[in-house]
């Protein structure tokens, strides 16, 4: 049995279930070899039994609260530390992830899986919402139109390389960084960039991938009807091991 898991504590975790769920019932033939379930994950024990995590987007500082009140902050720091496991991060999930965050809450916590650092809330005040047919073929099989659905969404602003854990030479008080030392030493792929967003010269990267461990800005499993991004994660993230 494999298990998968989205963390429960706050925001779009119940969205992230049924579209796995749909994925198997959609691909009876490509998936009747092995028995999946799909759970809630609120306790430790929860979370050590499954083979993969997603951490839903939210709020980010709501997750994080709820995560230390709960007791959950060492078993999860201890979870993304096991190379076995898949995590996916989207929106809020992906600023948990994180290794470093630029204008978080100052109690805000966060896991360390990627090294990247994030911004919180990087699309501005007009445009907090919209939604965006990408391009995704270059990772994902013919998957050229996926409707990406931002809310509030934050962007992955740098990329950490080299050893993440050295102390910079003047330490940005307003960057908040991971609990743990852990340091991801699989190749960190930018996925997707949104490239002139607003008309303005920019890049913005919204996905990565690091080993396995993904992160995404956006919403898939609020994509109408969409569950090619959820199958992906399916095959790559939780079968391909
Ligand atoms: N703005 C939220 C945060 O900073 C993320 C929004 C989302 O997950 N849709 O946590």
Redesign the pocket.
Known sequence: EIVVGALALQ??FKEHLDYFQKVIELHPQQYNHYSFKFVEVRTESELNNCHALVI????????SLIAERTHMLQPLLDFIKDESKSVWG????L?FLAKQLKNGKVNQKLLGGLNVQVV??AFGRQVNSFESKLDFSSFIKDCNDFPAV?????VIDKLLTGDVNEKDEEEDPNIIKSLNNYNNKASLEVLYTLDNFDNNNNHLIVAVRQGNKLGTSF?PELATEDYRFHKWFIDEFVLSK
Do not use: V
Not at 90 to 93: L, M, Q, S
């Open positions: 925001g779009a839903p987007g939210g709020e980010s500082t709501a997750i989207t929106c809020a999930g600023i919180r809330n931002f809310i509030r969404a934050p919403h």
